[in-house]
DNA sequence: TGGCGCTCCTA
DNA sequence: GTAGGAGCGCCAA
């Protein structure tokens, strides 16, 4: 810390309204009714900058009737700010007591904001030789910047940030500080309403500021502008000097900086634990008088939490807890936690009695793994520094094999030694007589995996388990910790924080609180499986779970970790090329349209559409009142304006080049310079698996432009060549063979083109004389058929009008009248049972399937329908992954499984292997389960993934 | 900084 | 009409 004195003025409301929001998902009512969000966290935020900073002076400033110079110039100034609510209004009272009680001067003058206040301060306390720091979440202050001026800046997840000089030229892109003034009248700010420049957004006004310096600077040069921006500008001189001077800080308010009075001293600390009484405060009233008992005495205080070095700390209910977790940051969300207890009874590491221990490294470990080795049954939990399983390294293993009781290994952080730990437990994981329980294995399996550690024996994720059990819900441990325990867990962000740049690893999370929270983990996980056990037992959930589920674990976290090579070259003139093209469509709808805007905002192209050109005299509107500019609208007006094609071609590339051609090689992992995609295997409602960061399973094919991205998915070298497996039509097989629908089966059996087949039944003519139409149409209603059909459905996605359309599908379901009975067996099915099923069992919920709400009732119709089907084949190739992969394994191959696609699983084979894998392929896939139909499968190879479709 | 709406990519 | 994920704009309250 320098010589220098420093000042600290808070800007009050800002943290105010910043606390306030903070619990705006779960406010905070005391038994009195009152909202005390606003006030916990102001004063969360205000005993956190006295214990990081301990200032030597420091102020609060308030607003007091808004500012009335500003009102002049601009009626609507701050007009139509929302009504501050309530639970601020109330809480302002409250603070101003607290503050007094604490002997903080509160800083105010008649008719000024808290802006003004604090710059005419910090200006007069800089004379002085004061370096201050003005408190707030608020950019506006950039413009006060100076060397001895700074912004202290409380940032997402905790922390803050200090900007100087430096900070704000790179963060605005100014010269100087008081620029910002400028990029503020120039930009406008609508909290403020501060009008800004008309169409000058952020991007507009660095790029104005770079060039003109200033707004006086600009309006003097607008001739030098262009097109419709000119005018614009031009026609709004008067606004932007105004803006200008709206958003200008004054620095002549009539109040003055004495430094005695600033000074921090001692609070009333009585009168304080009083008022924080009132309104049951506990936790803060603890971490307060921390604060400034600390102050009170020496700064040689140690932690507290400081764990005696890896010493067993056996703990029955937890009573220090609390005033530990908040003794560094995290104040909010821990006093918010254990606020709740009181409001909800809901049980919590603090409440429940349990042996949680951290094992010492050396005999401990020894006698620990020996102890380990003796069990059955293990649940474990692994603590790493990362969610990304590739780059992620060991932190701790958490063990419980008994409720309330468990063991955590600190891993050390030498990498070295890490490993000769995990050798220690090698014995353990590769056991196969051990059941290993967790929740989310995968994850846990790949992280291994990276240590060369294979996890073998039986399987039990309680993730999965609770997916078959209730897919509808969420599978996170403490949603369901919540619902089937009544047990809240720690927080993870109570540890390291909320995600952002501050967030720690958990890796800087004291030992004890690392033992407290992954055995809290592992022991949860241990009784959510005994809970899931039970559950399971009913119908075909178990042998689902068995026979599918858990083995395609073990399958999904190798593709995972094998990932696919991606051509990053190629990809880069991809884009090159898509750039050039992007920019000649965007020339072309600029000089159409008579100006630029963003053409990727729906909103602003609507407008120039509809409300500029008036391309059509009705237009349709969406939901939230903008002109509707989906693709299908703008196709119909294509062939009468120029412009709309072009927009609809600029819309495909930008897409195409944002979403997949910018976007895949920036997910290229850098330690294995290949993608890994991650399947998520709990999500989708039917069975079916997602795949996401990057999502793989939606890389364009139909348009030429589109596919050819595929063709950056390569081989991983020249040794080996790509394999795409794809089912053929495996949802109309299944409902012709589930329907028993013998015009269909045969059909299939006698390896028709179904959709040709189908047009020759329902439109009476010989399947060779079937049109491209009527195929096209009949193809269109099979499909239609596997969503749940209507009339208006169809003639939406075919040129039928919607009698036709009714026609077709009435001669559709008279040729395939027992498919007709399957479906409305189906719904009758939901109705009695409140699900459907699968082939394997697999269950979907239907809440809604004996709604009153027609529209609502309709919807779990078509899910009734859909749902087996969608779900039957999503079955079927879970089968014949898991038998490939068995495969693959025992046969010791070099070609690896890579890629999921719903009905298409892609290979990386061994050249030398080909022939043998073609056929183990397809005859897994085509064998996989049993059907009155043949399953079929198309095999194509090649030196990328398009040319092996 | 986060959430929502819109749009668009797949099976 | 089914099932997903993702990028972008836009506005918070």
């Not at 935020?45 to 002076?57: A, G, N, T, Y």
């Not at 609508?190 to 104005?208: C, Q, R, Y």
């Not at 932690?303 to 005696?308: E, I, K, P, V, Y």
């Not at 390896?751 to 060779?768: C, L, Q, R, W, Y």
């Amino acid at each position: 810390m320098s010589d220098q004195k420093r000042l600290f003025l808070v800007d009050a409301y800002a943290l105010i309204f910043r606390g306030y929001y903070a619990f705006i998902k779960n406010p905070r009512i005391n038994s009195k009714g009152l909202d005390t969000s606003a006030i916990m966290g102001f004063m969360n935020s205000l005993l956190d900058v006295i214990k990081r900073e301990r200032p030597d002076h420091l102020a609060v400033c308030f607003d007091k009737g808004g500012s009335a110079d500003r009102v002049e110039m601009f009626e609507a100034y701050k007009a139509n700010r929302d009504e501050t609510p309530e639970g601020i209004k109330t809480a302002i009272p409250h603070i101003c007591e607290i503050l007094k009680a604490m002997h903080i001067p509160i800083m105010v003058k008649d008719g000024y904001e808290a802006d003004d206040v604090i710059g005419t301060l910090s200006r007069q306390a800089e004379k002085e030789g004061y370096k201050t720091y003005m408190v707030t979440p608020d950019k506006d202050f950039a413009q006060l910047v100076t060397e001895n001026i700074f912004i202290y800046r409380p940032v997402f997840g905790g922390g803050y940030e200090t900007w100087g000089i430096e900070e704000v030229k790179k963060k605005f892109e100014v010269e100087n500080p008081l620029q910002v003034i400028d990029f503020l009248g120039m930009m406008g700010d609508s909290s403020d309403n501060i009008p800004g420049l008309p169409g000058v957004g952020e991007k507009t006004a660095k790029k104005l500021l770079a060039e003109y310096g200033s707004m006086e600077n600009l309006l003097a040069n607008t001739h030098e502008l262009k097109g419709k921006m000119k005018e614009k500008i031009e026609g709004a001189k008067e606004l932007g000097l105004l803006s200008k001077k709206l958003a200008t800080i004054m620095l002549d308010v009539p109040v003055t900086f004495h430094a005695k009075d600033f000074e921090l001293d001692q609070p009333d600390l009585p009168k304080v634990t009083e008022i924080f009484q009132e309104l049951e405060f506990r936790q803060l009233l603890a971490n307060f008088e921390k604060t400034f008992a600390v102050e009170a005495t020496s700064s040689e205080t140690t932690s507290a939490s400081n764990t005696t070095e890896l010493k067993a700390t056996p703990k029955e209910t937890a009573s220090a807890g609390a005033g530990q977790f908040s003794l560094f940051g995290g104040d909010i969300s821990t006093s918010k936690e254990t606020e709740t207890i009181s409001e909800f009874t809901r049980k919590t590491a603090e409440t429940t009695s349990h042996f949680y221990q951290s094992v010492a490294s050396g005999m401990a470990t020894k006698l620990f793994i020996k102890n380990l080795m003796n069990q059955t049954s293990v649940c474990f939990d692994t603590e790493t520094t990362d969610i990304n399983p590739l780059v992620a390294e060991l932190v701790g293993i958490a063990f419980s094999w008994e409720v309330g009781k468990g063991f955590y290994l600190p891993f050390p952080e030498n990498k070295e030694e890490a490993q000769e730990l995990i050798e220690q437990l090698r014995p353990f994981f590769e056991n196969e007589s051990i059941q290993k329980i967790g929740q989310n294995l995968k994850y846990d399996i790949k992280v291994l995996a990276k240590y060369h550690v294979e996890v073998k024996g039986k399987l039990f994720d309680t993730m999965l388990a609770h997916y078959l059990i209730n897919p509808d819900m969420r599978h996170n441990m403490d949603v369901l910790a919540e619902t089937y325990l009544n047990y809240t867990p720690i927080s993870i962000e109570n540890l390291i924080g909320k995600k952002g740049k501050n967030q720690l690893s958990m890796r800087d999370v004291p030992l004890e609180k690392q033992t407290e929270y992954a055995v809290e983990d592992a022991d949860i996980t241990l009784q959510l499986k005994e809970h899931f056990e039970k559950e399971l037992g009913e119908a075909n959930t178990q042998k689902l779970f068995d026979d599918i589920e858990i083995p395609l674990l073990r399958v999904l976290a190798a593709m995972e970790l094998e990932g696919i090579n991606l051509d990053e070259k190629f990809l880069n003139s991809l884009s090159e090329q898509l750039e050039n093209d992007i920019k000649d469509l965007e020339t072309k709808i600029y000089a159409e349209a008579g100006e630029t805007f963003n053409i990727a905002s729906p909103k602003q192209l609507g407008d120039i559409l509809f409300d500029k050109l008036k391309l059509v005299d009705k237009p349709k509107k969406t939901k939230t009142g903008q002109y509707a500019t989906s693709e299908d609208i703008l196709s119909y007006l294509a062939k009468d304006h120029a412009i709309i094609q072009h927009i609809l071609d600029f819309r495909g590339l930008s897409k195409l080049k944002s979403t997949y051609v910018d976007a895949l090689p920036t997910q290229v992992e850098p330690s294995t310079g290949r993608v890994h995609t991650d399947y998520m295997q709990t999500v989708a409602a039917t069975g079916r698996l997602s795949s996401n960061n990057p999502n793989l399973q939606n890389i364009p094919i139909r348009t030429e432009r589109g596919r050819q991205v595929r063709k950056a998915f390569i081989p991983r070298s020249e040794d080996y060549i790509l394999l795409a497996a794809d089912y053929s039509q495996i949802e109309l097989r299944i409902i012709a063979a589930l329907s028993k629908e013998e015009t269909m089966i045969n059909a299939f059996k006698n390896g028709e083109d179904i959709h040709a087949s189908t047009a020759s039944k329902v439109f009476n003519v010989p399947i060779e004389e079937v049109t491209r139409e009527q195929r096209s149409n009949a193809k269109t209603v099979n499909f239609g058929i596997i969503y749940g059909v209507s009339a208006f459905g169809l003639s939406n996605q075919t040129d039928l009008s919607r009698s036709e359309s009714k026609e077709l599908i009435d001669t559709y379901y008279a040729t395939y009248p027992k498919l007709r009975n399957y479906m409305s067996e189906l719904v009758d099915f939901a109705r009695d049972n409140g699900y459907v099923q699968t082939v394997l069992g697999r269950r979907r919920y239907l809440n809604d399937i004996n709604s009153r709400n027609a529209v609502v009732r309709g919807a779990a119709e078509r899910n009734a329908v859909n749902a087996p089907i969608q779900g039957s084949a999503a079955d079927i190739i879970k089968i014949a992954m898991i038998n490939i992969y068995e495969k693959l394994q025992t046969g010791n191959f070099k070609t690896k499984m890579l890629l999921q696609v719903h009905d298409e699983l892609v290979f990386d084979v061994y050249k030398p292997e080909l022939e043998t894998i073609k056929t183990l392929v397809k005859t897994e896939m085509e064998n996989a389960y049993k059907l009155e139909v043949p399953l079929d499968v198309e095999l194509g190879i090649g030196n990328d993934w398009l040319e092996a479709h």
